[in-house]
Nanobody
Framework: QVQLVESGGGLVQPGGSLSLSCAAS????????MAWYRQAPGKQRELVTS???????NYADSVKGRFTISRDNAKNTMYLQMNSLKPEDTAVYYC?????????????WGQGTQVTVSS
């Protein structure tokens, strides 16, 4: 069984920084795309950023230049560095990984972590 565990998040003032991490564990053969999503209260879940197995990245316009996604394939871990945070970045952040494991290729989600940007 594969599990994704997120860490990081919390409360930060506008203009501040936070970092998130997401570690995959279990019977993993390989991990394809990884991504971070977020969901603000009353809104749909949206894609924030993604990274391919070769390190190619993609960002939502709202976070370009402020957020950086990275991955450590040896540790099956993904990171999100968030700088110059704004109140509108407040949301629950979810990690997502496309994993090839014992049961085949499956999409997995982390449990979600709250990020609150407020003074």
């Amino acid at each position: 069984q594969v599990q994704l565990v997120e860490s990081g998040g919390g409360l930060v003032q506008p203009g501040g920084s936070l970092s998130l991490s997401c570690a995959a564990s279990g019977s993993i053969f390989s991990i394809n795309d990884m991504a971070w999503y977020r969901q603000a209260p009353g809104k749909q879940r949206e894609l924030v950023t993604s990274i391919t197995s070769r390190g190619r990245t993609n960002y939502a316009d709202s976070v370009k230049g402020r957020f950086t996604i990275s991955r450590d394939n040896a540790k099956n871990t993904m990171y999100l560095q968030m700088n110059s945070l704004k109140p509108e970045d407040t949301a629950v952040y979810y990690c997502n990984m496309d994993i090839h494991g014992m049961g085949g290729r499956t999409d997995y989600w982390g449990q979600g972590t709250q990020v609150t940007v407020s003074s």
